[in-house]
């Protein structure tokens, strides 16, 4: 049994951020109705072109990845009957989860005093671009412009002297690191509500979470009065530490290395490189002498590491008892064996999908299809009741898909 099995969550959201929280939630167990406006949906369904990437018919991962295990109802929650509709759901849900903004949703009647007045023990759960409070909480904003620029990412990863600023290494990047830190805290809340029967408003920006995820940098930042700055990119890495940085294999890749006490797993590397006589060598003794002749150690290392493939490198290296990684894109990444061993990456319908990072029992975590658009409207509605007399009613007026 999944952790959140018995749960549903009403799910009124668009695009990436609060609808990834959602696919969190679904993997975890609950039972997610995503409400989709009836005519034109989410508008994340038309996204085909992402760079240099365009997805042509059905299934689109651009979709699939912050939807999976979902039901989808369409739904004019402008619209009373549609409102109303809304309200039956709201009545037996755990939790609404929604990315309307503070305007919209005081226009629509979905504000928390609007649906706590259906269901007062529901958990009100609501993504913002840039936090609830302060002039801006109306503002609305993307993963690119609240998590990436204005969260400091982008000005702290760029080197100096660059024109312009480096982009995020992904569609969503912002979007997915923030719902699921969103999906942890309806967590929570359900937790404290089961605890104390208290309920909770649940807020997560992208702002907010893109500060956390760069919060060593700004503590640093913060102490030290000195901003963040990106480095320009080198070959090694770290002028002090010869086993802190990156070495080219004969074939084109890459191999990281990031041993930060390098006079303790030095003779190691030595010997899974085939060197064991440089263990001895006095240059390379202590932590002190190893800085002074990092160079020394840098050529050692590149010359020999660049005689040899990934594969064979990998043999050799499985002995290595620091930490070290072969850099990898996306395709390798998503081949890679411990990411597999691991159920990393599962099966959706006929995508394979990264799963959410978070295991329960040390079992995969089970991925469902996202679904079509509100291909689960007459399903929904007929759960709470409705004969088909009022569902086609509902279809005439417009209210529903």
Known sequence: MKPLEGIRVIEAAMYGFVPSAGAVLA?????????????????QRGLRQTGSFRVEGDPNPNVA?????????????SRPDGLEVLHELVKG???????????????????????????PRIVYARGSAM??????????????????????????????GTEGMISPPGPAYGDTVSGTNLAGGIAAALLRRERT????????????????????????????????????????????????????????????????????????????????????????ATAETIAEHTADAVKILREVIASRTLTEWSADLAALDGPWAPVQDTLQAAADHQVR?????????????VSSPVQFDVEDTRLGSAPEFAAQTEEILGELGYDWDRILALKASGAIT
């Open 197 to 284: 029967g208290e309920t909770s408003v649940v807020d997560v920006s992208l702002l907010g979470s893109g500060l956390w995820a760069l919060g060593h940098s700004i503590a640093l930042s913060l102490h030290l009065d000195r901003a963040w700055e990106g480095v320009t990119p080198s070959a090694h890495g770290s002028p002090a530490n010869p086993l802190s940085g990156l070495y080219r294999t004969s074939d084109g890749r890459y191999i990281a290395f990031v041993m930060l006490q390098p006079a303790k797993f030095w003779p190691n590397v030595c010997r899974c490189i085939g060197r064991p006589e440089l263990a001895d060598d006095p240059r390379f």
């Open 27 to 43: 993997d975890w167990g609950a039972d997610v109705i995503k409400v989709e406006h009836a005519v034109t949906g989410d508008p």
């Open 341 to 353: 061993a691991n159920g990393y990456i599962g099966r959706a319908g006929d995508l394979e999908l």
């Open 131 to 160: 936090g609830p409070r302060g002039p801006e909480s109306g503002k609305g904003g993307y993963d690119m412009t609240a998590f990436w620029s204005r969260a400091g990412t982008a000005a702290s990863i760029t080197p100096p």
């Open 93 to 119: 849900a755990d939790v609404f989860l929604t990315s309307f903004m503070p305007a919209s949703r005081a226009r629509l009647g979905i504000d928390v005093d609007d649906i706590r007045a259906v269901n």
């Open 65 to 77: 990845h912050a939807n999976r295990g979902k039901r989808s109802l369409g739904l004019d929650m």
